[in-house]
Structure formats: structure tokens, C-alpha cells
């Protein structure tokens, strides 16, 4: 048996939290009431990109007007906030994002990464000043250990980092610094609150992943494979005390439909858990068995 779980639970980052950032909003032309745009141009309303679905389209506000607009996607800046992994904030070389999420934040990741060789996180109170401050280097390490694993072992690019051991200021600015490559991108940067559970993860833990790739086989035996996103898929058994069962359970519920990072000793995975079931195996433990999805 391993160690337990822990899940970084992130807030709803609004504008009115986003201090400052480096990232320009310069994507398309902001929607002008007066203007009339034609079929297939696209302009940015609230930090999000729309696709007008009509010539002669005058005076239809894009979230308000579904049969003359149709969204596309977050601007650049904000797609590391939305809630779809796939999409990207990209920026050479470096970005910086300051927020102020006036509650209490433990909690740091950022995931679906490209190019990023190094994350700086900063927590500044406005009455003690610098309470945090850490770098993390993100080297490709070996699949193993072993000298032969060292030298000659694949190595693939990590593509999320967390810091999960933020003190609790309610009064702080956090501002995370990304540096990189000139393909630098981030998928999605998660500020929240951290929760640990368990005393172990039972070992038989499954991984595997969800493929929406398109496989048809035609009248004459001809096979066409379209290739599409995939979600990873998690399956195990965490051990709890029976003293927290009742806990588990209420905060678990309060996670339904929310896509949250989960980290265990042998996976992290950024999505939202399909069901789980509590079994009361013992005088003072029980087993809880999760099924995590991630995100595309």
C-alpha cells in the first residue's frame, strides 16, 4: 500500500482577481455594437472569442445572440483559466500572472505544458510581506533508476508541476512566473485549496485512457481510423480510517461535476472522479473505490 491521495480543488479565477499579467488580450478586434461584421469574422466580448454565423450581423451582442454568434474559445490570455485542459495559454519564453483571490489559497498547478522549463511561485501578504516564494525546475528525468535508465532510459517532458504546501493567507497576491521555450504554452493554471485523505492506496490501482478517435470499418471490410483527443482514466482503492468515512463522503459529493487535480503516488491527473463507493471492510478501516476521467 502507498500513500494516500491529495486533491487541489481550484477557484473560479475571475477578472476581478487577475492582478496583472504580461499575456496580451490582442487576439481580434473587441465587439463594437456599431459594427457590422460579416460571415465568419470573430471578435472578442468578456475575454472570449466569437465566430459570427451571419452576414450583415449589426447589433447582436455575441452572449446573448446563440443564432448569430457562436464561441469559439477563451482569449489567449484566459484559456489557462477556462476549463477545457486542451486549449492553451502560449507566450515565448516567459509569462507572469498576479491574482488576488482574497480566500484562502494552499494550493498550485499547472498542467498540460509545452516548452515550460522552469515555474516561480510568489505569495505576497499585504501585512507580512513575502510568505512564499519557491522555483521549481522541470528537468526530463529517467523512467527509472539505474545507471543504464540514466543514460540510456526515454525521457519524456513532465507536462504538470503543483506546489501543494502554500501557507494560508487570505490577504495575498499570488504571481506565478513560466519560463520556457519560444513554444512555450500552458494548459491550465490552478489556484485553490489542497485536501488529503487516506492512509494508502491499495496496490491493483488501474490506469488507462478514454479515446474519442473515430474507428469504422465500411460495407467492404475497409477500416478508417480518425485520431482524436483521449482522457486519461484512473481506478483504485484508498484506504481511510473509519472515523473519516462520514467526511469523505460529504466532501467527495461536493466535488460531483467539478474538475479538480488529483495526485497519487503514481499518477496525477486533472479531471473529475465518475463515481465511488465506500465499503466498511473493517472495525477502523474502510475502502473507497474511485474512478477518476480526465480532462481532454
Same mark, same amino acid.
Given at each position: 500500500?502507498?500513500?494516500?491521495?491529495?486533491?487541489?480543488? +481550484?477557484?473560479?479565477? *475571475?477578472?476581478?482577481?487577475?492582478?496583472?499579467? %504580461?499575456?496580451?488580450?490582442?487576439?481580434? #478586434?473587441?465587439?463594437?455594437?456599431?459594427?457590422?461584421?460579416?460571415?465568419?469574422?470573430?471578435?472578442?466580448?468578456?475575454?472570449?472569442?466569437?465566430?459570427?454565423?451571419?452576414?450583415?450581423?449589426?447589433?447582436? *451582442? @455575441?452572449?446573448?445572440? +446563440?443564432?448569430?454568434?457562436?464561441?469559439?474559445?477563451?482569449?489567449?490570455?484566459?484559456?489557462?483559466?477556462?476549463?477545457?485542459?486542451?486549449? &492553451?495559454?502560449? &507566450?515565448?519564453?516567459?509569462? *507572469?500572472?498576479?491574482? !488576488?483571490?482574497?480566500?484562502?489559497?494552499?494550493?498550485?498547478?499547472?498542467?498540460?505544458?509545452?516548452?515550460? *522549463?522552469?515555474? !516561480?511561485?510568489?505569495?505576497?501578504?499585504?501585512?507580512?510581506?513575502?510568505?512564499?516564494?519557491? /522555483?521549481?525546475?522541470?528537468?526530463? +528525468? +529517467? @523512467?527509472?533508476?539505474?545507471?543504464?535508465?540514466?543514460?540510456?532510459?526515454?525521457?519524456?517532458? @513532465?507536462? =504538470?508541476?503543483?506546489?501543494?504546501?502554500?501557507?494560508?493567507?487570505?490577504?495575498?497576491?499570488?504571481?506565478?512566473?513560466?519560463?520556457?521555450?519560444?513554444?512555450?504554452?500552458?494548459? =491550465?493554471?490552478?489556484?485553490?485549496?489542497?485536501?488529503?485523505?487516506?492512509?494508502?492506496?491499495?496496490?491493483?490501482?488501474?490506469?488507462?485512457? !478514454?479515446?474519442? #478517435?473515430?474507428? &469504422?470499418?465500411?460495407?467492404?471490410?475497409?477500416?478508417?481510423?480518425?485520431?482524436?483527443?483521449?482522457?486519461?482514466?484512473?481506478?483504485? #482503492?484508498? /484506504?481511510?480510517?473509519?472515523? %473519516?468515512?462520514?467526511?469523505?463522503?460529504?466532501?467527495?459529493?461536493?466535488? !460531483?461535476?467539478?474538475? $479538480?487535480?488529483?495526485?497519487? @503516488?503514481?499518477?496525477?491527473?486533472?479531471?473529475?472522479? &465518475?463515481?465511488?463507493?465506500?465499503?466498511?471492510?473493517?472495525?477502523?478501516? $474502510? %475502502?473507497? %473505490?474511485?474512478?477518476?476521467?480526465?480532462?481532454?
Amino acid at each position: 500500500m502507498s500513500d494516500g491521495i491529495t486533491i487541489i480543488k +481550484p477557484l473560479a479565477i *475571475t477578472p476581478a482577481m487577475l492582478v496583472s499579467t %504580461d499575456v496580451a488580450e490582442a487576439d481580434y #478586434s473587441a465587439y463594437s455594437a456599431g459594427t457590422t461584421y460579416a460571415l465568419g469574422d470573430r471578435v472578442m466580448d468578456n475575454h472570449l472569442i466569437y465566430q459570427s454565423l451571419v452576414a450583415g450581423n449589426l447589433g447582436n *451582442t @455575441p452572449s446573448a445572440s +446563440p443564432a448569430k454568434w457562436v464561441l469559439v474559445s477563451a482569449t489567449n490570455r484566459w484559456k489557462l483559466f477556462d476549463t477545457v485542459s486542451s486549449s &492553451q495559454t502560449a &507566450q515565448a519564453t516567459s509569462m *507572469t500572472y498576479s491574482v !488576488r483571490p482574497a480566500t484562502v489559497v494552499t494550493g498550485i498547478a499547472a498542467v498540460n505544458m509545452t516548452g515550460v *522549463t522552469s515555474i !516561480r511561485v510568489r505569495m505576497v501578504s499585504d501585512a507580512y510581506g513575502t510568505v512564499y516564494d519557491k /522555483t521549481v525546475t522541470r528537468s526530463r +528525468p +529517467p @523512467p527509472s533508476s539505474g545507471w543504464w535508465s540514466w543514460f540510456f532510459g526515454r525521457r519524456t517532458d @513532465p507536462i =504538470s508541476s503543483h506546489f501543494d504546501d502554500l501557507p494560508s493567507f487570505a490577504d495575498s497576491v499570488i504571481t506565478v512566473d513560466f519560463a520556457g521555450l519560444s513554444n512555450m504554452a500552458v494548459g =491550465s493554471l490552478l489556484i485553490g485549496t489542497v485536501s488529503r485523505w487516506g492512509m494508502g492506496i491499495q496496490y491493483g490501482m488501474s490506469m488507462g485512457i !478514454r479515446d474519442y #478517435s473515430i474507428k &469504422q470499418t465500411n460495407e467492404w471490410g475497409d477500416t478508417i481510423l480518425t485520431q482524436r483527443a483521449y482522457a486519461d482514466r484512473d481506478k483504485f #482503492s484508498l /484506504t481511510v480510517q473509519r472515523g %473519516d468515512v462520514k467526511s469523505l463522503r460529504s466532501y467527495l459529493a461536493g466535488l !460531483r461535476a467539478t474538475p $479538480c487535480l488529483w495526485i497519487t @503516488p503514481d499518477d496525477i491527473l486533472y479531471g473529475y472522479y &465518475q463515481d465511488f463507493e465506500i465499503l466498511i471492510s473493517y472495525s477502523t478501516v $474502510c %475502502d473507497c %473505490d474511485i474512478t477518476l476521467e480526465g480532462l481532454t
